[in-house]
């Protein structure tokens, strides 16, 4: 079993940034990809970022040039660095982390964006 725990959420100005961190803990592969998901209120949760385990990256087109995904592979976290955020930033954001067919959910962490 994998458990994820996320921190790093609050409340933060349009414009402002902020860092989340995702911590894995348990029977973790090498091989993994984590990943940022995102849910506003009343909306589905969509993908943000993904970073495989060499490194390579994906992003939402929204959240292109402002978000950046990186990860500490010895330490089994991952980061997601919020910057020039904006109102439809808001939501849960949950970290996943994929190992072969298994998938792991951390229980979020709220990201309020607002003046």
């Known amino acids: 079993q994998v458990q994820l725990v996320e921190s790093g959420g609050g409340l933060v100005q349009p414009g402002g940034s902020l860092r989340l961190s995702c911590l894995a803990t348990?029977?973790?592969?090498?091989?993994?990809?984590m990943s940022w998901f995102r849910q506003p209120p009343g909306q589905q949760r969509r993908l943000v970022a993904a970073?495989?385990?060499?490194?390579?990256?994906t992003y939402a087109d929204s959240v292109k040039g402002r978000f950046d995904i990186s990860r500490d592979v010895a330490k089994n976290m991952a980061f997601l660095q919020l910057n020039n955020v904006r109102l439809d930033d808001s939501g849960v954001y949950y970290c996943?982390?994929?190992?072969?067919?298994?998938?792991?959910w951390g229980q979020g962490t709220q990201v309020t964006v607002s003046s």
């Open positions: 996943k982390l994929q190992q072969g067919f298994d998938e792991y």
């Open positions: 348990g029977n973790i592969d090498r091989v993994n990809v």
């Open positions: 970073i495989a385990p060499a490194g390579t990256t």
